[in-house]
């Protein structure tokens, strides 16, 4: 399990700089794609017991 949450994590870590990378550079699109892709991601969390308080701030100008 502690795999498994490590993985979880670098992929909300990723998702989110992906996400205000996105906004950055003005791609709408791609910003609510990847704004998608971290709430599916916090919702595993969620459902694994994993937490994720480090994350409080999920905006993508956070």
Known sequence: ???FA???HVR???SITALRRAHA???DD???AQA???EDL???AARHGIDI???AALSPTG
């Open 42 to 44: 916090v919702e595993i």
């Open 36 to 38: 998608g892709e971290v």
């Open 1 to 3: 399990m502690r795999e």
């Open 25 to 27: 550079i003005g791609d």
């Open 12 to 14: 909300i870590h990723d």
């Open 53 to 55: 308080a480090g994350y």
């Open 30 to 32: 791609l910003a609510t």
């Open 6 to 8: 490590l993985t979880l």
